[in-house]
């Protein structure tokens, strides 16, 4: 199987390590165009689950050392599947909008929080790092498989779609307290870019929410911010 190091503008992206893999094979076989296992890979039952998955949808298997060496020379990485990207359009409901993201770890992240909050659909208004990129799949441990990410050219772009959700910035500055706020369905958890955050406009759209911590730090990261953003909105779902 033929495996070059990844390029944006690629028609397929990767998935490196048996558990993201598995993620894949498992939620999305339809897009998995082939599945390499590195020759050294003893999980015996992970691979016996693999290459019967991969027969059923008729997926390609090889067993080769070279492509690891291309793409996860620093990592413990033992099976990689080759990924067709697939573009995804949100569905109505509540929402992660992301302005400007730039770090894939950091997207990775966001992506299996969501999906663990049970929010399967994120905005992303550019310019913003890769979402297919292969760091941002490995982060977010197979997430990526199963939430739909749209991108944005603008803010009102996503807006002008999704106008009728409940809109919340979060912003250091916001004007009420994550803690005494209640988040109305359909909502929009809106966050900002790693270093900047949010622009000042964003104080007159919805209602602007900061999160309460200490003096002790000036911020949380925007993994952190995210995750607490979202259970927060949906706790009640599992009282």
Do not use: W
């Amino acid at each position: 199987m033929k495996i070059a190091r990844y390029r944006k503008d690629d028609a397929i992206t990767y998935a490196l390590g048996a558990t993201v893999v598995m993620e894949y094979l498992n939620k999305r076989p339809d897009i998995v165009k082939g599945v390499i296992i590195h020759p050294d890979f003893r999980a015996e039952e992970t691979k016996e689950k693999i290459n019967r998955i991969c027969r059923d949808n008729r997926i390609q298997v090889s067993t080769e050392e070279k492509p690891f060496n291309i793409l996860s020379q620093k990592e413990n990485c033992f099976v990689i599947a080759v990924i067709n990207k697939e573009t995804s359009t949100l569905s109505e409901g509540n929402h992660i909008v992301l302005v400007n993201p730039s770090n894939a770890g950091n997207l990775g992240t966001i992506m299996r929080s969501s999906l663990g909050f049970g929010i399967k659909d994120i905005a992303i208004i550019t310019p913003a790092v890769d979402p297919f990129d292969p760091k941002t799949v490995r982060a977010s441990m197979g997430a990526s498989a199963s939430v739909r990410v749209e991108l944005f050219e603008k803010f009102d772009d996503y807006k002008e779609r999704f106008g009728n959700n409940h809109f919340y910035p979060f912003m250091l500055d916001g004007s009420s307290s994550m803690q005494s706020t209640p988040i109305k369905e359909n909502f929009s958890l809106i966050l900002g870019n790693e270093a900047t955050g949010l622009p000042n406009e964003f104080q007159h759209i919805g209602q602007p929410i900061r999160i309460e911590h200490t003096s002790n730090i000036d911020s949380l990261n925007l993994p952190i911010a995210a995750s607490i953003a979202m259970y927060e909105a949906t706790r009640n779902n599992y009282i």
